[in-house]
């Protein structure tokens, strides 16, 4: 089973950027999603064979990305915003449609990311 724990949340100021990453997954499409208290599970971005998709919230903000010399899908947040307050945490699947509708195969612990005003 895959071990996608997530890594570089922390608190920032609105405006700010952090970069999270997890151990990629073989060849499996990775995605981020993000749950914060009390809402829904939301997707952020998926990559899969150099091709990526977004949500509309963080779309030009976000960029997901795979390192292959780290094995790590990073997702590079800027001008972050308090709705962005979430914990995050990445995961795979063989399909990227799946992931992206938020169905998935394998899943890591999340990282806390915290956006004051």
């Known amino acids: 089973q895959a071990q996608l724990g997530a890594s570089g949340g922390e608190l920032v100021q609105a405006g700010g950027s952090l970069r999270l990453s997890c151990a990629a997954s073989?060849?499996?499409?990775m995605g981020w999603f993000r749950q914060a208290p009390g809402k829904e599970r939301e997707f952020v971005a998926v990559?899969?064979?150099?091709?990526?998709d977004y949500a509309d919230s963080v779309k030009g903000r976000f960029t997901i990305s795979r390192d292959n010399v780290r094995n790590t899908v990073d997702l590079q947040m800027t001008s972050l915003k308090p709705e962005d307050t979430a914990d995050y945490f990445c995961a795979a699947d063989a399909s990227p449609l799946q992931l992206r509708r938020g169905i998935f195969s394998f899943r890591g612990q999340g990282t806390q990311v915290t956006v004051s005003s």
């Open positions: 073989g060849s499996y499409a």
């Open positions: 990559i899969w064979r150099g091709n990526t």
